[in-house]
């Protein structure tokens, strides 16, 4: 079966450190993702690994723990703009490299709100 | 470089009726995955299309249908709609034969069957 299990909702204050969390029982793993989605809108890009360890991106940074089915997304400086749905997935794949088919497997999101 | 688009935003249906939603890939994609989000939970995969062919499916019923185009953009067809239905369609693309780990996704069109 596929599980990915993320907290629901997490509140912080403008210029804190969040940590969203992600943990993961699939039937395959080929790499992990974290996109923003704010309200209304399409699900944005934010961080890929594939690898353990640490993936640092400005003021986004995402940690992997394949043996511990574990991830988490690190937000610094928060900003109110950062206000939106965090949502782990991991990649599925499938067929043969001339016709390989692809997938992401989400969680339900971590919905965050940050305060002044 | 043109990004993702979807047609239309928004989409009121009865149930019972068929919809079909319409997605146009980022110039150079020939990879076009579609997904439904229901309200406060996350995409679920339905099925992709590579080079006109569906190159894989979710856990959706046969009346979810679509198509691929030479210019690869892309139609999502569903049958005999269900209030269940309603939800944000989301399309993504991404080029296929590099095995990109990236899909770019569309603006989405929200359904709402009634």
């Known amino acids: 079966g596929q599980n990915i299990d993320q907290p629901t909702e997490m509140t912080a204050t403008e210029g804190a450190i969040v940590q969203i969390n992600c943990t993961y029982q699939?039937?395959?793993?080929?790499?992990l993702f974290w996109y923003q989605q704010h309200a209304g809108e399409a699900p944005t890009f934010l961080s890929y690994n594939v690898l353990d360890g640490l993936e640092e991106k400005g003021r986004f940074s995402s940690f992997l723990s394949r043996s511990k089915g574990y991830s988490y997304l690190l937000l610094k400086e928060l900003q109110m703009k950062d206000s939106a749905s965090y949502l782990c997935?991991?990649?599925?794949?499938?067929?043969?490299?001339?016709?390989?088919?692809?997938?992401?497997?989400f969680g339900k999101g971590t919905t965050l709100s940050v305060s002044s | 470089e043109t990004g993702v688009t979807q047609s239309p935003t928004h989409l009121i249906k009865t149930r019972g009726q068929q919809v079909t939603l319409r997605c146009s890939s980022q110039?150079?994609?020939?990879?076009v995955s579609w997904y439904q989000q229901a309200l406060g939970q996350g995409p679920q995969f339905i099925f992709q299309?590579?080079?006109?062919?569906?190159?894989g499916r979710g856990n959706f019923p046969p009346r979810f249908s679509g198509l691929q185009f030479p210019n690869y953009s892309s139609e999502l067809n569903v049958n005999a709609l269900e209030l269940d239905d309603s939800a944000l369609y989301l399309c993504a693309s991404s080029h296929g034969t590099e095995r990109s780990y990236e899909q770019y996704f569309g603006p989405g069109t929200r359904l709402t069957v009634t």
């Open positions: 110039s150079g994609h020939n990879t």
């Open positions: 699939t039937s395959g793993f080929n790499g």
């Open positions: 997935a991991v990649r599925d794949e499938w067929g043969g490299s001339d016709q390989a088919g692809t997938a992401l497997i």
């Open positions: 299309y590579y080079r006109e062919e569906e190159n």
